[in-house]
């Protein structure tokens, strides 16, 4: 009979192998021996194209602008709204019409509060009231989707409205059709090809999400919930990002993908400026650089970029942001949210091109 191994022989038999990471780890040290080698200093170049990428998006807009101050007042305005009842009125309010396609009417729910607040507070707040309603998986992620079609802040809402003021475009029907419209369009679509499993819910079934929490609590435990969205959540997303873009600068492939980018969105009627600080960096600010730009700019631009601001974006937030606030609020893990969010992007990035081509010459 053969002894059994003991559990420092198993360990050790199963070091013999090299593992990929093993393998890319040995890469890196003789790397770095190379690079100290041959380029000194490159490490510190490295490390200060990553510092000057993240400092001003880090600390010039979210820690000493306003944006960052929203924020925080939008987790606490989304709160008040939700202990005065505001949810229960969505939700006999869009019944109707989710009751009608068959889904939850929560589903809606992260959108309104999107457009009053900000996003990372719609998936703090909507995120248990989606599990609460017992909406399905599909129904979270069609959820997550959705809000992707909504301004990001009601900051962003209100600067595109001064900036088609100033391009004279008729700003009610757009409005309607690139955030209001999208609410019901968009859960519709998604419920008939990619999340399907969805159920009709009657307004019954579902319990009542005002909390009873004293109003004094609910001021201050929001405005500690909102600062620690910020701090522990927002930043370091936004700082993950940017330090990856200073790694491609650093490499000379960032000014090719920059050019493609431009290109592309010129192509899809979004004005190229403005859409890559929309897609990068902060669509408040993006839509208070539109109202600038010379009045001689096709109007299509304009439009296809006002759709693109009021969206979900900046790619930080669709791609850290979402994913780490829902996943801990929801049902969903962060691969799943991140899935549907992009669903939702490409979604948006469609009605831009749609409404940028077809809608503007009936807005101006």
Same mark, same amino acid.
């Given at each position: ?260 980018? %431009? $290109?592309? +969105? =010129? ?8 859409? &890559?600080?929309? /897609? @990068?960096?902060?669509? *408040? ?43 801990? %609020? $929801?049902? +969903? =893990? ?8 992009? &669903?939702?992007? /490409? @979604?948006?990035?469609? *009605? ?13």
């Amino acid at each position: 009979m053969k002894k059994d191994q003991s559990p420092q022989s198993m360990v050790t038999g199963s070091r013999t192998k090299w593992h990929m990471w093993e393998v890319i780890g040995v890469l890196l040290v003789f790397g770095s021996f190379l690079l100290l080698l041959f380029a000194p200093n490159s490490l510190s170049q490295l490390f200060n194209i990553m510092l000057q990428e993240v400092k001003p998006v880090v600390v010039d807009i979210f820690l000493t602008s306003e944006i960052g101050v929203a924020i925080i007042v939008s987790v606490i305005t989304g709160r008040i709204l939700e202990r005065l009842g505001f949810t229960d009125g969505l939700i006999r309010i869009f019944t109707p019409f989710m009751k009608w396609m068959n889904i939850n009417p929560s589903v809606v729910v992260p959108s309104v509060y999107n457009i009053l607040g900000d996003i990372n507070a719609a998936g703090k707040i909507a995120g248990p009231i989606l599990v609460k309603a017992n909406a399905t998986k599909a129904e979270q992620k069609m959820a997550v989707a959705t809000m992707i079609q909504s301004p990001q802040s009601f900051a962003t809402f209100v600067l595109g409205l001064i900036a088609l003021a100033a391009f004279n475009i008729s700003a009610f029907p757009l409005v309607i059709l690139s955030i209001f419209v999208p609410m019901i369009v968009v859960p519709f679509i998604l419920s008939k090809t990619i999340y399907r499993d969805t159920r009709k819910v009657e307004l019954i079934e579902l319990p009542r999400f005002t909390p009873n929490t004293r109003f004094l609590q609910t001021i201050f435990s929001s405005a500690k919930e909102g600062a620690e969205l910020l701090f522990l959540t927002i930043i370091p997303a936004v700082a993950a990002v940017f330090l990856f873009i200073g790694g491609l600068k650093f490499a000379g492939i960032w000014g090719f993908i920059e050019s493609g980018l %431009s $290109s592309s +969105l =010129t192509f899809l009627s979004i004005e190229p400026t403005t859409g &890559i600080v929309s /897609i @990068l960096a902060a669509p *408040t600010l993006a839509v208070a650089q539109l109202a600038e730009l010379a009045a001689t700019i096709d109007p299509r631009l304009i439009v296809g970029s006002f759709v693109l601001a009021n969206s979900g974006l900046p790619l930080s937030v669709i791609f850290g942001q979402v994913p780490v606030t829902w996943a801990e %609020s $929801s049902g +969903l =893990t962060e691969r799943e949210v991140l899935g549907a969010a992009i &669903i939702g992007l /490409i @979604l948006r990035i469609i *009605t831009a091109v749609i409404l940028g081509y077809w809608l503007t010459p009936l807005l101006v």
